[in-house]
């Protein structure tokens, strides 16, 4: 066996168990008859895994082992039809047929793991159909197909150079060490403030031994003090002096450190990159298997294979390409006679990674399009004679959640999951996905899907913005949607179209009214409306556009951005945190995710908006308690969002400080338990003790959910006790409405 085969099957043996165990853990929730069920969310999931498992058994040509993944995925499809978007319920006898087709994949895998033959499938499969059981001895399965004559072989790998060898290092190993050299840069780049206060201090210091030079030479002459002062002077001279020193090696070093960190980053990602072809290369021909088995003659085109990139990230890439690839072959079948193609192309550019799927079939077809969003709710039905809605509004549905054209399903059919799982692939790892059309070659047009993810997924050029009172990054644009320009728009260039503002912009091509939407009120928050001209970010993907307005344009620079899980957070905006100076934290948003939604806001008929509604007279005031920045942050984001104003302390003492500050008016404490100098329990005995402070509400959120716990923090008089497990925003604005 070749070490690239090893390789391929080495990873399918680690997909497949991380599939099993998570549909196994699903299913094993039974209730008293032994029934079990899943809602839609936990039912999509499992269907997702199945699909992925077939497909990933496709790839490494384990035709058994898919045959029992897509009775599997039908046995799953027939169960969420009847489920009908609601829960679905599986009875004991289509449970036990579950896991023995799971059972048996697991059989296959591990047989295939060790060498040896795998055990027939067809008494599962039949089971599964509802069938008798087959004879036994069943036909060898088939193997793949040789090589299509117009794909070239790959060039062999060049063998190494004499005197260089290899070294086989685990890829979690990689990443590891990578995600460690990013958390390296971020903490050398927050030096960056210790060095400029050091600098700040040696001017200061400069000036006061100016000053101490003007004064002492006004002052009279005395011999008694001569000695003193002239101690003195030499004292101060020699601390500027000393201070100067310190400033120039903080200098050197911070250099030094900065090149060292970059040589290191160059030299980490070099590791962590290989070619594209040893995770994409196989789908190739997993796609002509399944054309084949389709009854359909398609060309497979590849381009790029050699592209280095993560492997993590193609490894995450590899499922959602798969999808497209069996779209493409479905809807990329032969007209007048021409030879279907479809193709796989992967680049590198100085804007990211991008992967796009291609065929030359008719292409999308926008009518149908239309008719399925009509008929599913995601649009309105147009009033006769109304204009439609733009091509980038209707190709930009395909990657709803069980959106699907297909008139049938079959094996090629991904059942309206395809398209939904490329674009969750795409928003985890930072990136967006796009359908288009294709420009025509050779006479014929067809569609592509294009996948395009950032440069790192974890260092990061942001635009740093201000929008609600909050700092926000804002992204350089992920190859599908473009960041900038900065605009300043004159007030009097903003008006009114079809009850919505717009503003009349020159830009490449001429003049055009470009909608405007506020990125504060886009995030719920309250907006803060600044004299003189409006600050803007443009938005552009194709021939849509945005001008995103902001209150204020902070700065620009690269960061570290990590993923953030809180309850509440709006994901389809919202990708990552960032850490600035002194412990301040950045949400990062999605400009694809803004583009979309900003564009909807703009697309709704009504009587114009201002940019800058007034706010209310009294906002109710909440003091958010926790010693976590992470979470401090994220509840205040919530909690903005639903209109309050938000104050914040690290502990149960700063909070106390603030609530007894003179003039202080605080509505409600929503405070953790676990903090240090003084915990949440702490904290309401404190405050249940003062009598300026006795009639407060406090919430305690926290993940110590135990019987005891929540009953020690009812017992000292919270006023409600709320656990992080299983919580989300809208609970806890539905909480504090009931208490305030």
């Known amino acids: 066996m070749s070490d690239f085969r090893a390789e391929l099957l080495a990873a399918f043996a680690a997909e497949h168990r991380e599939h099993l165990a998570a549909i196994r853990e699903a299913l094993a929730a039974e209730d008293g008859d032994g029934a079990v069920a899943l809602e839609p969310a936990a039912l999509r999931e499992v269907f997702r895994r199945a699909h992925s498992l077939k ?63 795998a055990p027939p499938v067809e008494a599962v499969l039949a089971a599964l159909d509802g069938a008798p059981e087959p004879p036994a001895a069943p036909p060898p399965p088939p193997s793949l197909p040789p090589r299509a004559p117009e794909e070239p072989a790959q060039a062999p790998a060049q063998p190494a150079a004499p005197g260089e060898g290899h070294l086989r290092v685990e890829a979690a190993r990689v990443e590891s060490l990578s995600a460690a050299m990013h958390g390296l840069k ?30 002492r030479a006004a002052l009279p002459a005395d011999a008694a003090l001569a000695p003193r002062l002239r101690g003195f002077d030499a004292a101060l001279g020699e601390a500027v002096r000393h201070l100067a020193a310190l400033s120039r090696q903080g200098r050197a070093m911070e250099d030094a450190l900065d090149r060292a960190a970059a040589t290191l980053q160059e030299e980490v990602e070099a590791i962590a990159l290989v070619p594209a072809a040893t995770v994409l290369g196989p789908l190739a021909a997993a796609a002509r298997e399944m054309a084949r088995e389709a009854g359909h003659e398609v060309t497979v085109r590849t381009e790029g294979l050699e592209t280095q990139a993560e492997r993590r990230v193609l490894q995450a890439l590899k499922d959602p390409v798969l999808h497209l690839l069996r779209n493409a072959i479905g809807h990329g079948a032969p007209r007048n006679g021409q030879r279907a193609e479809i193709g796989l192309r992967v680049a590198a550019t100085g804007g990211g990674l991008t992967v796009t799927v291609w065929d030359n079939g008719p292409g999308p077809d926008l009518a149908s399009i239309e ?21 980038d509004s209707l190709l930009a549905l395909v990657f709803e959640p069980g959106f ?7 094996r090629l059919s991904g059942r309206g999951m395809g398209l939904s799982v490329v674009a969750e692939a795409a928003v985890a790892l930072h ?42 990054g804002l992204p350089g644009g992920n190859g599908l949607v473009t960041v900038g320009p900065l605009l300043r728009i004159d007030p009097a260039a903003i008006i009114a179209a079809e009850g919505r503002p717009v503003a009349r912009l020159v830009l490449e ?57 809180a309850p509440g957070l709006d994901t389809a905006l919202i990708s990552g945190a960032a850490l600035l100076e002194e412990q301040a934290v950045a949400l990062v948003l999605r400009p694809d995710g803004l583009l979309d939604r900003g564009l909807r806001e703009a697309a709704r008929p009504g009587a114009p908006r201002p940019l800058a509604p007034a706010a209310p007279e009294r906002r109710r005031h909440i003091l958010v308690v926790d010693d976590s920045i992470t979470t401090r942050t994220l509840e205040r984001s919530i909690l903005e969002a639903g209109g309050y104003r938000v104050s914040l302390a690290v502990d149960g003492v700063d909070a106390l400080n603030s609530l007894r500050e003179p003039g202080a008016s605080v509505d409600l404490v ?9 915990d949440g329990f702490g904290l309401i005995e404190a405050i249940r003790a ?4 006795a009639e407060l509400p406090v919430i305690l959120m926290t993940s110590r959910d135990s019987p005891g716990d929540v009953q020690r923090g009812m017992e000292l008089g919270a006023s409600a006790y709320l656990t992080k497990q299983g919580f989300d925003g809208q609970s806890l604005l539905a909480t504090i409405g009931q208490l305030i």
């Open 431 to 472: 990136g967006g996905a796009a359908l288009r059309r294709r420009a025509p070659v050779n006479g014929a047009g067809g569609a592509e899907v294009v996948i395009a993810l950032p440069p790192s997924t974890g260092r990061r050029s942001l635009l740093l913005v201000e929008a609600g009172g909050q700092v926000l």
């Open 55 to 117: 497909g990933a058994a496709r790839a490494v040509d384990l035709p058994g082992l898919e045959a029992v993944a897509h009775r599997v995925e039908s046995l799953l499809a027939r169960e969420m039809d009847a489920a009908a978007g609601g829960p679905a319920r599986f009875a004991p006898a289509t449970l036990a047929l579950l896991h023995r087709g799971l059972d048996a994949i697991e059989a296959s895998a591990a047989a295939m793991a060790a060498g040896a033959e």
């Open 186 to 215: 971020a903490l050398i780049g927050r030096q960056d403030s210790t060095i400029a206060g050091l600098r700040g201090l040696e001017a200061e210091l400069r000036a006061l031994r100016r000053g101490w030079d003007g004064l």
């Open 509 to 565: 091509g001429g003049e055009g009214l470009v909608p405007i939407a506020s990125l504060a009120a886009l995030l719920g928050r309250p907006e803060e409306p600044a004299p003189g001209p409006v600050q803007a970010v443009l938005l552009a993907r194709g021939g849509a556009r945005l001008a995103l307005t902001v209150s204020a344009l902070r700065d620009a620079r690269s960061l570290v951005v990590t993923e953030v899980d």
């Open 371 to 391: 008719a399925t969003a009509i008929r599913r709710g995601l649009l309105a039905p147009r009033a006769p004679g109304a204009a439609p809605p733009s091509a």
């Open 404 to 410: 699907s054209t297909a008139a049938e399903v079959d």
């Open 690 to 693: 003062d009598p300026h402070l």
């Open 670 to 678: 929503l405070a953790d338990v676990e903090m240090p100098a003084m």
